[in-house]
């Protein structure tokens, strides 16, 4: 089983980035993104659901963030617009099937992608 992401970047603040993670081996009922800046806990960004494509987001992307999913490709996206310094941090999305509590909860997901370094310049 492997999570494949990409997509981060260098971008100004106000600008836009799509993350992309590629799951192979298997499907999850729950995929999401959660992200690490430099000397912080990682914490939840967005997740989504199937079936049904259920979203919950963190307060502090509501509105600007937009997470999808394409269940033929086995992929979830994260699309970021009106990106802030505060943004900057290493995303990494996780999948998770069968736990029915803590949907944004980095210890309840039990697969990992690599990262993807996302840094916004003010």
């Known amino acids: 089983v492997q999570l494949q992401a990409s997509g981060g970047g260098l971008v100004q603040a106000g600008g836009s980035l799509r993350l992309s993670c590629a799951a192979s081996?298997?499907?999850?009922?729950?995929m999401g993104w959660f992200r690490q800046a430099p000397g912080k806990e990682r914490e939840f960004v967005a997740v989504?659901?199937?079936?049904?494509?259920?979203?919950y987001y963190a307060e502090s992307v509501k509105g600007r963030f937009t997470i999808s999913r394409d269940n033929a490709k086995n992929t979830v996206y994260l699309q970021m617009n009106s990106l802030k310094p505060d943004d900057t941090a290493v995303y990494y999305c996780?999948?998770?099937?069968?736990?029915?509590?803590?949907?944004?909860?980095?210890?309840?997901?039990?697969?990992w992608g690599q990262g993807t370094e996302v840094t916004v310049s003010s």
């Open positions: 989504i659901r199937r079936p049904g494509s259920t979203t």
């Open positions: 081996g298997r499907t999850f009922r729950e």
């Open positions: 996780a999948g998770r099937d069968g736990i029915l509590t803590g949907i944004t909860t980095a210890t309840t997901y039990h697969h």
